[in-house]
């Protein structure tokens, strides 16, 4: 279904967010026919350059990041049409009057800040005062909000100087994935695993995020940061919060935001022995992180293992276990939920004593699969395994459903549409700062270094023994 006419300005339109992910994005919901009719994507960037040399710009980007859409030339070209571009300089008053000039006041106008934080408040401050601002316009924010809570709590108060809270989409693009709302489906759509959805039955819970590749050319941004505050705050807070919240009673945007703000208000502090943190090494011609950083002697952990506990009657008594890290065995993400063993097991020792587990992959091969106890076929006797009920996505629905859009591509009509669902609310933002905080002041307290562990490993061993001591395993990283 088309999204109804708007004007788009992209801040920081030439920027590496905006070329690989943003107006690719977009291209692609022009060519499903979800952006039609008169529609204006406007750039606006500190770059010298006019609307000609901006849609070059762009037409490469989607050539080099479309992917199979980009072959289109037909649709590239009327696309490109609506692309225009302002020089503008954020803090100053370069390029404001001619970007006012251009947007048009009969329709949705969002304005979409893929520019470094520090800008966010400049850019709010001159929308508004050059009368761009009104109750309907919406603004969208990238990551990261803020890098402690005194910082996420100052841009919230900058930001609702002119917008109210309606107003704001702050992206996590893991929101947008199309498994992650699926887990929603599962246990809302379903009447199969939401009465076995609390420490009664669930063991444990096991969320990984697993890059293969390092720091890559973002050292120095990342250094700043680490693995807490890139990827636990956000990314690994929001699943899990998707994962233990109650049932909101409608899915809306305020209803599933405050159950999953309980979650984050009902999280233990992080004990530190329920934390590790790594750094990794070189290995096979790959260098090390502090290699690939400024500062030498870094401290900042690009892994984090850690046990979490949610004080509320559904979860009292089942731990979670997140981890994360770069240089890992795999590029691999997933939720694991890690049902209890049958209380009597009928057949005997010699059986083999089997638990259910329902994995939701988030990548590769997006999907959701669940294991159940089978016997094993033949005439064996009653030997039990293991086999997955599996609901990879591209099998079951064919490959042409499962080709999903990008996440980028699913918020922005989100916020056209003007539907904050998938978006984060200030005060989640805020809780989840409250709760990674502590942890954190506690390692900058200490001279300790990170542990060290090996490019192309599972981590630290000490995040192993951190599931050991409680008698499980981590699931393999593949
Ligand atoms: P970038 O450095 O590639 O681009 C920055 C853009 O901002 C450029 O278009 C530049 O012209 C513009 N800009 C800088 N100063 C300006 C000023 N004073 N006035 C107007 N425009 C100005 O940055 P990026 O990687 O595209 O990141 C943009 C935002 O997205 C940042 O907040 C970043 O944290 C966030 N983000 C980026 C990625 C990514 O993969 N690149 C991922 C997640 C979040």
Known sequence: IPVDPFDLVVFGGTGDLARRKILPALFRRYVAGQIEGDVRLIGAARSEMDATAYREMVREAILEFGGDEAGRKTELAAFLKMLDYVTLDAKGTQGWADLAAKMRTDRICAFYFSVAPSLFGDLAKRLHKHGMADDESRIVVEKPF???????????????????????????????????????????????????????????????????????????????SGAMRDMVQNHMMQLLCLIAMEPPAKFEPDAVRDEK?????????????????????????????????????????????????????????????????????????????????????????????????????LQPNEGIELGVTIKEPGPGGMRLIDVPLDMTFAEALGPEEADFPDAYERLIMDVIRGNQTLFMRGDEVEAAWAWTDPVIAEWDAQSDAPLPYASGSSGPDDALMLMHRDGRRWREIR
């Open 146 to 224: 803020g890098r402690d809570l005194e910082t996420a709590r100052a841009l919230n108060r900058t930001l609702a100087r002119h917008f109210h809270e309606g107003q704001i989409y702050r992206i996590d693009h893991y929101l947008g994935k199309e498994t992650v709302q699926n887990l929603m489906a599962i246990r809302f759509g379903n009447v199969l695993f939401e009465p076995l959805w609390n420490s009664q039955y669930v063991d444990h819970i096991q969320i990984t995020v697993a890059e293969s590749v390092g720091v890559g050319g973002r050292g120095d941004y990342y250094d700043s």
């Open 261 to 361: 703000l309980k979650v984050i208000r009902a999280l233990d502090p992080v004990e530190p022995e329920n934390v590790v943190r790594g750094q990794y090494e070189g290995g096979d011609a790959q260098p090390g992180y502090r290699a690939q950083v400024e500062n030498a002697d870094s401290l900042t952990e690009s892994f984090v293992a850690l046990k979490a506990h949610i004080s509320n009657w559904r979860w009292a008594g089942t731990p979670f276990y997140l981890r994360t890290g770069k240089r890992l065995k795999e590029r691999a993400s997933e939720i694991a939920v890690m049902f209890k063993d049958a209380p009597h097991s009928i057949f005997g020792a010699d059986a083999g004593r089997h638990h259910n587990i329902l994995t939701i992959r």
